[in-house]
Structures are given as structure tokens and as C-alpha cells.
């Protein structure tokens, strides 16, 4: 082994030499992600409540300060305007902050009234501060969420007992 490959702390096999290389550098945004980034809430009654939680993680030093946007994507059901559609997603927050290497919980409600498939994009945006302390503008780099479910009114089933008890009696005759 030379000198310099050793002071390099690097290693000689045969007359290669190899070295460990540690890069340092800044990284260009914020490196948060959703958890789960796709949430499908399968058959889901009119009018039930169901409800979860996303998990947002920061994963670099500093605190990031986002801003959250939901949009209604539309159904394949007539009956649901895109009114109803955009009311029956409630998001915990409009906007919020996550410290360095930590994480937070955004909740999510979903309260149907009109049956069909449901498809939402929610975007999570950090947000930059360029125009001064107290204002921000969200800095372009979004992490989506994409939520899906199909809403079902409750099955219910009626017999009619008089026909019933009328062909029991036939068969005992």
C-alpha cells in the first residue's frame, strides 16, 4: 500500500487501490413523505363515518412548514354533484409544521351521502420562505396521497311472509 491510499484511508488490493468516499452536501427542499401514500377505504356505506390517519415524516433536520390541498378527482355515479363529492373528505388541517426528523398525523374523515366511486388527490406542499418572515409561498415540490372508495347504500331485504306460510302449508297437505 502507498502512502497517499493509506492517508486517503483507503485500501491496496493487488496494485488497485481502493477508497471510501464521504460526500457532503445540502439538499435542494424539504424531504418529507406520506405514509400511506395510496389509501384505498374499499366499500363504504352512505352516510357511515370512516375514519383514518397519514403519517407526514420529515426527514431532514430542519422544521417544514406545509400547506395542504385536497381535490375531489369525480365519480362514476349520476347521482353525486361535485359539491357533495368535495364535502364528504375532511381533512384535519389546512396547514401545519413538522419538526426535523420527526413526524405529525394529519386525520381524515370521510362521511358520504350519495353512493358511487370516490376519488380524491391530496397534496401535501412545503412551503419556502422567500417573501419575508411572516409570509410563505408554497415551494412547487408536493408528496400526493390518492384516496379511493366505494360507497354503497345498505342491502336490505324484505320477504313476504304470507307467501312464504302459504307454500310451507301446500307442501304439508
Known amino acids: 500500500m502507498t502512502t497517499a491510499a493509506a492517508g486517503a484511508g483507503g485500501t491496496m488490493i493487488g496494485d488497485n487501490p481502493n477508497y471510501v468516499l464521504q460526500l457532503v452536501g445540502h439538499g435542494k427542499g424539504p424531504a418529507i413523505s406520506l405514509e400511506p401514500d395510496r389509501m384505498d377505504l374499499g366499500a363504504v356505506k352512505a352516510y357511515d363515518e370512516v375514519f383514518h390517519q397519514i403519517s407526514i415524516l420529515n426527514s431532514s433536520n430542519l422544521t417544514v412548514h406545509y400547506t395542504v390541498t385536497c381535490e375531489f378527482m369525480g365519480s362514476t355515479s349520476e347521482e353525486l354533484s361535485q359539491e357533495a363529492g368535495e364535502k364528504a373528505l375532511l381533512l384535519g388541517c389546512s396547514e401545519g409544521s413538522v419538526a426535523g426528523r420527526c413526524t ?60 312464504e306460510c302459504a307454500t310451507d302449508r301446500k307442501s304439508v297437505v
Open 104 to 163: 405529525e398525523t394529519l386525520d381524515v374523515t370521510f362521511q358520504p351521502k350519495c353512493r358511487g366511486i370516490y376519488e380524491y388527490h391530496v397534496v401535501l406542499t412545503p412551503r419556502t420562505n422567500e417573501l419575508g418572515a411572516d409570509r410563505t409561498t408554497p415551494s412547487g415540490r408536493g408528496v400526493s396521497l390518492l384516496i379511493r372508495a366505494d360507497v354503497q347504500f345498505p342491502c336490505i331485504q324484505i320477504a313476504d311472509l304470507r307467501t
